[in-house]
Nanobody
Framework: VQLQASGGGLVQAGDSLRLSCAAS????????MAWFRQAPGQERGFVAA????????YYADSVKGRFTISRDNAKNTVNLQMNSLKLEDTAVYYC??????????????????WGRGTLVTVSS
């Protein structure tokens, strides 16, 4: 599956931003989806994930209550609504797809496909 993330940009602290990831090539509904991010000088880290059944969502503690992940299987998209953005949310955001039977949402090594990333910059 090919993934294309979009929606990044420059915003001020406290603002909102919505990222989207469009999938193509395979049956999107077969994949668990997630967002990871990588800040300069840091390792890529888990942000949020949603199961292929839409039954479960998962969030990093740092974004819980501020970010919301959602997916539209009819449109082959997964979205990340980011509210109350903070300076520390500045990073390149990547969407990822996993079709394994045992979903481990926070483990980046489990994801089979990655998008190219979209840059989110939060300024003061």
């Amino acid at each position: 599956v090919q993934l294309q993330a979009s929606g990044g940009g420059l915003v001020q602290a406290g603002d909102s931003l919505r990222l989207s990831c469009a999938a193509s090539g395979r049956t999107f509904s077969n994949y668990h989806m997630a967002w990871f991010r990588q800040a300069p000088g840091q390792e890529r880290g888990f942000v949020a994930a949603i199961s292929r059944s839409l039954a479960s969502t998962y969030y990093a503690d740092s974004v819980k209550g501020r970010f919301t992940i959602s997916r539209d299987n009819a449109k082959n998209t997964v979205n990340l609504q980011m509210n109350s953005l903070k300076l520390e949310d500045t990073a390149v955001y990547y969407c990822a797809a996993d079709n394994s039977p045992y979903f481990q949402p926070r483990d980046a090594s489990n994801y089979d496909y990655w998008g190219r990333g979209t840059l989110v910059t939060v300024s003061s």
